[in-house]
């Protein structure tokens, strides 16, 4: 049957509005579908990170957070005194093989509404002030209904597939009844944003407070902002930490209360938690309607873009290539380990930052939590899915990311090229490549692009360099994941083959 839209997404926060435009950049026809008018006022997200502005590259959002971000220096572990007991890190100057800084912090309102209006221009369906109300998943199609909020009124539509972007309390997933594991750690908090009135005093690195009294986590966010994060202890009336004099005694060791003003106040019940699956029939859940995370790491946010990223290109392969729709199943394969890393070490910093407080002497708290801390923001590499022979082989680079090209001057980064990669496969070279017809035909399809990488990205980036030295040929996915290489014991033949068998 003829659907209504190639896919529905349900939720417009930062994961399902990054879904939105990078399906309809494909060509997909696309409905998203919120049941908010506007976007929310107040900062929640404030951190992007190398990886989240090379995927925004792919939507071109970058500049949308640029111009409303500040550079992150650096983030370490403190005592009550605020002097660093552990994984202290000086951020300032450092590059990625992204081809970004690790980390930038924004104000959420900003952005959101500038890529509302970018979402806006393009010809996705926009429904705004409506809700899901009901999904009915068929073999080649989702029948849902949602309700007109303002007009009282309902609405069928159908989809080819339906993405549940509807955050934490996600309607998607209650309609699917796919059940969540608890990663069990669940501490109440008060999270605190503030505006400064005059000029900034305050650090530009992010600090882990482990005072014994109250734990605390100090963000520098995008001026004129900075946010505190306080834990609400055991038996304390959570109530208490909404009053304006409460929060102004816990910021006293910090500012004035006439050099700022409170811009946003709320309890929180830090969760981790993981959905037992991440899609089922023709519905993928992403976000925080697939996992959630307490915000030690700053990678909530990031989360979900990864899993649009991951999932983006895939359903345009398998509806514009009429490609196998078994491609989907990689998704939960890669993502859910990923995300479940992302669960586990968030809860990790928070731990370590219960055993700093506890210690008499921070020497004394044992490695293996010491390793939760900082160490544990560099995420591993996507192990199963879609690689060569099913799962990442590390003598091939696969399940890692490909380096962006970069161009550099006086040392800083003046040009991020992956567009020499292009948005679909990519297979690059030091040399021309030569192969026969019908492999080259089978790419062709695939709207793969063909890169001899010139001297001057690999001269201008130690890790391309590196990378490049090897003399192999790399096959590169569209989320710049490497698929395989040719080695001495694989041919490029092979490894095409190989990807043609899979998709």
Not at 359 to 368: I, Y
Request: hydrophobic content about 40%.
């Amino acid at each position: 049957m003829n659907q209504d839209f190639d896919v529905a997404v349900i939720g417009l926060g930062p994961a399902g509005s990054l879904t939105a435009l990078l399906l309809e950049s494909y060509g997909l026809k696309v409905i998203a579908i919120d049941r908010d008018q506007d976007i929310y006022s107040l900062p929640r997200a404030v951190t992007i990170s190398d990886q989240g502005l090379r995927i925004a590259q792919t939507a071109s959002i970058e500049d949308i957070y640029l111009s409303n971000s500040t550079e992150l220096g650096g983030a370490g572990f403190v005592d009550k005194d605020l002097e660093i007991i552990g994984g202290a890190l000086d951020l300032k100057g450092v590059v990625t093989s992204n081809g970004w800084m690790p980390s930038r912090m924004f104000h959420q309102p900003l952005t959101d509404k500038a890529i509302r209006e970018k979402l806006q221009k393009t010809t996705a369906t926009i429904l705004l002030e409506h809700e899901l109300i009901d999904i009915e998943d068929e073999t080649t199609h989702v029948n849902f209904s949602i309700r007109d909020l303002k007009n009282k009124s309902d609405l069928q539509f159908t989809s080819r597939y339906l993405i549940g972007s509807d955050g934490g309390s996600s309607t998607v997933r209650k309609l699917l009844e796919i059940p969540q594991e608890d990663l069990n750690y669940n501490r109440d908090w008060v999270v605190v944003d503030i505006e400064l009135k005059g000029e900034n005093r305050l650090d530009d690195k992010a600090l882990q407070i482990c005072d014994p009294k109250r734990l605390c986590t100090y963000i520098p966010s995008h001026l004129p902002y900075r946010r505190w994060e306080f834990i609400i202890n055991e038996g304390e009336d959570k109530k208490e930490f909404l009053k304006d004099k409460k929060i102004k005694l816990l910021i006293s060791r910090w500012l004035n209360p006439d050099e700022y003003k409170i811009i946003r106040k709320a309890v929180y019940q830090f969760h981790s938690v993981i959905a037992e699956r991440f899609s089922k029939g023709n519905c993928i859940l992403i976000g925080d309607a697939a996992h959630q995370n307490p915000p030690f790491m700053g990678e909530g946010m990031m989360s979900g873009y990864r899993d649009s990223m991951n999932i983006s290109w895939k359903i345009a392969l398998i509806i514009k290539n009429n490609f196998n729709s078994q491609l989907l199943t990689t998704y939960e394969k890669e993502r859910k380990p990923h995300a479940q890393f992302v669960v586990e070490n968030s809860a990790g910093i928070g731990e370590l930052m219960e055993a700093y407080a506890g210690a008499e002497d921070p020497n004394q708290v044992p490695a293996d939590l010491v390793a939760k801390g900082y160490g544990s923001f560099v995420l591993p590499n996507l192990d199963k899915g879609l690689f060569y022979g099913g799962k990442a082989n590390a003598s091939m680079g696969a399940g890692q990311l490909f380096p962006q090209p970069v161009i550099y001057k006086n040392d800083e980064v003046i040009m991020r090229e992956d567009k020499v990669l292009g948005n679909g496969f990519a297979l690059v070279s030091k040399s021309e490549i030569s192969m026969n017809k019908q492999d080259k035909k089978f790419l062709e399809g695939l709207g793969c692009n063909f890169v001899v990488l010139e001297d001057r990205f690999t001269e201008n980036s130690h890790w391309l360099k590196k990378i490049m030295e090897l003399d192999k040929v790399y096959l590169i996915r569209p989320d710049k994941y490497i698929y395989g290489c040719t080695t001495n014991k694989v041919s490029l033949e092979e490894l095409i083959e190989d990807l043609r068998l899979r998709i």
